[in-house]
């Protein structure tokens, strides 16, 4: 081992085994932790000063059960692990993370890390649960049988993995003082034979006897619960239930809270124009910077009600029960049930939806899942959509105030681009993505009671990346927007908007006639071009074109009204239309390029997701026009 680096401990251990929750304890990092397997899909660094005041470098790797690596999630696991990943040394030190609630599944694959010869810790974690649960584990005896270091750690909770600090420093200090030679690991490994992963099974059954005890049965409350949730008909109920109220509240919830920043923001732009001289630095903070800005920072409740929904699921153990349930449906269209969770994933962004769809070892399977990911509505969307519908849908009332006719419209947004992915990959698996469809395996964990210090971190973070968002990439968006729309200056005696003879205006009228068809107006088409980067930029953009616009006044007060003046009815409901298949961000295209390491299928996704956004929006368009006379 070279003493003149750190050295490099690497986290390895099944899906959903608590690995990240173990990376965190130790290096105080934020990674997202859920309670479903697939959440780590890349390795992920941090570093950590240990007891005996050594810089330890740490690597969270993707959950795997064995070296057999099926997927490419798995297949990082095993490149790191082995030295193979370029440009990385190989790790010094392994810390097998274990769910001591499930120590059959997981002591297979410690047996094969074993058989590297590396320096390998055994953490076992999640020990208060596997006692809650009237288990019983001697470390010592299972330590003797395994032939490593056994410490037990419960990572959630404060104070949960001093005693594995201290053996990884015990552990690194052998390996020093033993000379280790870390390049020198791999020699002679190759992939275990079936024969030898059923030794392994012998094996661990034999471990099992000696050092553990564990109940009969499973947990009772898990199997209870099991039998309601995981019931065909009352699964499936509960399940839309639990969606369709979660869509009702991201407006009811988030309503007081959004009124709030939007009444802030009204007066600070009444304010600055009151204080400041009027020229081009107040235009530019009030109708660029606060009008354009304020209109995406508004929607920041909504997206925070949204990702608490998704947090309690996950955290719950919920999360796999839905892709179990839904396994037969996505089966219908030759998708794997594993989809579902790059697929709910998605609902946040494509980009975190996407790499998780290498938890799927099928390719054709991967591909089918990748390409249908940006129809799910992410929450890049839900400002425009809650933007039209503020304006055009009424707040209407039903079964006694509970259902609200705006979450309705929400709801259906939503499930229109379920529903059109479902049938977008039926097509491609009958024509581009033949193959036979693979069964469903996936562990389903225990259910635990969310944990509200993992909530408050994830909707910090989730807060944190937004407003970071908007004061960057959205900022710079509408400085250039406004930018473009302020100049050049109108001729003078010019009795239109000065913003028409602006370059964004000419930006417009050059779009308008390929969008009129769809009852496009200049201004949606100026919103469209950089909502490209950022979907959300489609709202500030609008923003910022009608308060450079004769509406500004208007603006301040209510962008939502100003554009239920300015749009007619059927133009705003093809404008959902086109959001429901809109050609997805520039960063979607990216991570699908790398994901697939191909030009082509990025290619196809752009030009597919275009010809039906253009086409949902056109029959959107005419059918509502006919539909008024």
């Known amino acids: 081992m070279s003493k003149e680096k750190a050295p490099r401990v690497a986290l390895v251990g099944n899906p959903n085994s608590g690995k990240t929750a173990v990376f965190n304890a130790l290096t105080?990092?934020?990674?997202?932790?859920?309670?479903?397997?697939?959440?780590?899909?890349?390795?992920?660094?941090?570093?950590?000063?240990?007891?005996?005041?050594?810089?330890?470098?740490?690597?969270?790797?993707?959950?795997?059960?064995?070296?057999?690596?099926?997927?490419?999630?798995?297949?990082?696991?095993?490149?790191?692990?082995?030295?193979?990943?370029?440009?990385?040394?190989?790790?010094?030190?392994?810390?097998?993370?274990?769910?001591?609630?499930?120590?059959?599944?997981?002591?297979r694959l410690a047996l094969e890390l074993k058989s590297l010869g590396r320096p390998i810790i055994l953490a076992l974690n999640m020990m208060d649960a596997a006692e809650k649960q009237g288990m019983a584990v001697d470390g010592t005896e299972l330590s003797a049988e395994l032939g490593m270091p056994v410490v037990p750690t419960i990572a959630i909770q404060k104070g949960g993995v001093e005693k594995l600090l201290a053996q990884i420093d015990r552990t690194i200090q052998v390996a020093q003082s033993e000379g280790w030679a870390p390049m020198q690991a791999e020699c002679g490994w190759s992939e275990p034979s079936s024969r030898q992963l059923r030794d392994f099974s012998r094996?661990?059954?034999?471990?099992?006897?000696?050092?553990?005890?564990?109940?009969?049965?499973?947990?009772?409350?898990?199997?209870?619960?099991?039998?309601?949730l995981l019931h065909p008909i009352t699964g499936l109920t509960i399940l839309m239930t639990v969606l369709f109220l979660m869509f009702q509240a991201v407006f009811t919830w988030a309503r007081l809270p959004m009124e709030l920043i939007d009444a802030g923001?009204?007066?600070?732009?009444?304010?600055?124009?009151?204080?400041?001289?009027?020229?081009?630095?107040?235009?530019?903070?009030?109708?660029?910077?606060?009008?354009?800005?304020?209109?995406?920072?508004?929607?920041?409740?909504?997206?925070?009600?949204?990702?608490?929904?998704?947090?309690?699921?996950?955290?719950?153990?919920?999360?796999?029960?839905?892709?179990?349930?839904?396994?037969?449906?996505?089966?219908?269209?030759?998708?794997?049930?594993r989809a579902f969770i790059p697929l709910l994933s998605s609902f946040a962004c494509a980009v975190p939806g996407i790499m998780a769809a290498r938890t799927i070892e099928n390719r054709a399977d991967r591909i089918a899942t990748i390409m249908i990911a940006p129809l799910m509505t992410c929450s890049a969307r839900l400002p425009v959509y809650t933007l039209i519908i503020a304006a055009f849908v009424p707040d209407t009332k039903y079964l006694g105030g509970w259902v609200g006719l705006p979450g309705l419209v929400m709801f259906g947004l939503y499930a229109a681009g379920i529903v059109s992915g479902l049938l977008v990959a039926l097509g491609m698996k009958h024509t581009l993505l033949r193959g036979a469809r693979e069964p469903l395996l996936m562990e389903l964990p225990a259910y635990r009671l969310p944990r509200a210090r993992n909530i408050a971190l994830a909707l910090y973070d989730r807060a944190k990346a937004f407003l970071v968002r908007a004061g960057t990439i959205i900022f710079w968006m509408m400085v250039l927007v406004w930018l473009l729309g302020s100049y050049p200056l109108p001729p003078?005696?010019?009795?239109?908007?000065?913003?028409?003879?602006?370059?964004?205006?000419?930006?417009?009228?050059?779009?308008?006639?390929?969008?009129?068809?769809?009852?496009?107006?200049?201004?949606?088409?100026?919103?469209?071009?950089?909502?490209?980067?950022?979907?959300?930029?489609?709202?500030g953009v609008l923003g910022t074109i009608y308060s450079l616009s004769d509406s500004g006044e208007a603006l301040r007060t209510s962008l939502a009204g100003v554009l239920a003046h300015s749009?007619?009815?059927?133009?705003?409901?093809?404008?959902?239309?086109?959001?429901?298949?809109?050609?997805?961000?520039?960063?979607?295209?990216?991570?699908?390029?790398?994901?697939?390491?191909?030009?082509?299928?990025?290619?196809?996704?752009?030009?597919?997701?275009?010809?039906?956004?253009?086409?949902?929006?056109?029959?959107?368009?005419?059918?509502?026009?006919?539909?008024?006379?």
């Open 28 to 107: 105080g990092a934020r990674q997202k932790v859920a309670n479903y397997a697939g959440v780590t899909v890349e390795k992920k660094e941090g570093t950590f000063v240990s007891p005996a005041g050594t810089r330890v470098q740490v690597i969270d790797l993707p959950g795997t059960y064995s070296l057999r690596a099926r997927s490419p999630d798995e297949a990082v696991t095993r490149d790191v692990v082995l030295g193979r990943q370029e440009g990385e040394d190989i790790p010094d030190a392994i810390v097998f993370v274990a769910d001591a609630t499930n120590l059959r599944q997981n002591l």
């Open 203 to 228: 094996e661990v059954e034999r471990v099992l006897a000696r050092a553990v005890y564990a109940p009969a049965r499973p947990h009772k409350a898990t199997r209870q619960m099991d039998r309601v």
């Open 492 to 539: 003078d005696g010019a009795t239109e908007p000065a913003i028409r003879y602006s370059i964004a205006g000419a930006i417009g009228r050059a779009l308008e006639p390929l969008l009129a068809p769809i009852g496009f107006n200049w201004q949606i088409a100026v919103a469209l071009v950089p909502g490209m980067a950022a979907r959300e930029v489609a709202v």
């Open 567 to 629: 749009w007619s009815l059927p133009t705003a409901l093809s404008l959902l239309a086109w959001y429901v298949f809109s050609p997805q961000c520039l960063a979607t295209l990216g991570v699908v390029r790398r994901e697939l390491n191909s030009r082509f299928w990025p290619a196809v996704m752009f030009v597919s997701l275009l010809a039906l956004a253009y086409g949902a929006a056109f029959i959107t368009y005419r059918l509502a026009l006919w539909l008024t006379l």
């Open 265 to 337: 923001i009204s007066g600070l732009g009444t304010w600055l124009t009151a204080v400041m001289a009027a020229g081009p630095l107040r235009s530019l903070l009030v109708d660029g910077v606060l009008a354009g800005v304020g209109s995406v920072v508004m929607f920041l409740p909504q997206i925070l009600v949204l990702f608490f929904f998704i947090q309690l699921l996950e955290d719950s153990g919920y999360m796999a029960r839905a892709a179990f349930l839904l396994d037969r449906l996505m089966g219908g269209v030759g998708l794997h049930g």
